[in-house]
């Protein structure tokens, strides 16, 4: 088990605890104070009257016990490192752990937040972060695998980089798209060419006919891989060639 706990969740488990003890005290001294009115003119009743009294008194005063130690909760203040958000911890980290307000894992090592650094997407150009603990880096907003690799120079203090040839580098290449397949959504697929294309109905329905099909020449790669990725949505398969060697992508 960790060592350490989310000092809300703990806060709240000892509130529950008081709540529920202090309820019941506030109950059993009502039903106390029941008996003592109608404890008969022999006081027959008053014996059960303290008894209740007491165990009345006793939970009410349990109840008080938890909450003084809702004030007691240490507190050591950890500090998001993607969202600086501070999350309050009762101990010091020993693990990874959730951010409470933007739920990314927060990577620990030897007790301490590890710095994390900022990648973009090379795909959408999303922000993204890893830390030296990251061993696969998925984009959060596209899940496509952002490489990292380690750094040479140093074995051991295996300090992660991204990959040369990936993240957002500038592509000089010119690419081509060029339409190979259709699924069974074709009328999507159809209403989605004519925005892409500017082409009529009947035009994208002609190319269609006449597959595979360049659609587009001269596009960097970056804008090949979103169409290809919109005409995916609508059952389209794609290819995305390089116009300098002609090789698939
Ligand atoms: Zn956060
Ligand atoms: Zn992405």
Sequence with gaps: MRSFQRVSDVIEVLA???????????????????????????????PLFIVLLIIGLGLVGFAGFHLLQIRKVERVASDCPYCTYRN??????????????????????????LKVDQVRCGFCNTLNYYSEKTDVLLCEECNREIPIATDEDDPDRPRKRIAAGFAVTDDDDLYELIL??????????ISALQHMLALNR????????????????????????????????????????????????
Excluded: W
Excluded at 180 to 189: A, D, F, R
């Design 16 to 46: 529950e605890k008081a709540l529920m003890v202090g309820f019941g005290g506030i109950f059993v001294l009502v039903f106390a104070s029941l008996v003592f009115n109608y404890k008969g003119a022999d006081n027959a009743g008053l």
């Design 88 to 113: 309050d911890l009762t101990a010091v980290p020993d693990s990874d752990f959730l951010c409470q307000s933007c739920n990314r894992l927060i990577p620990v090592k030897d007790g301490a937040i």
């Design 180 to 189: 190979t397949g259709k699924g069974g959504k074709t009328e999507e697929l």
């Design 202 to 249: 009947n035009q994208v329905k002609q190319m269609l006919d006449e597959l595979p099909v360049t659609m587009l020449t001269g596009i960097t790669k970056k804008k090949a891989e979103i169409l290809q990725v919109q005409l995916s949505i609508h059952d389209g398969i794609s290819e995305i060639r390089s116009m300098s060697n002609n090789q698939p992508r």
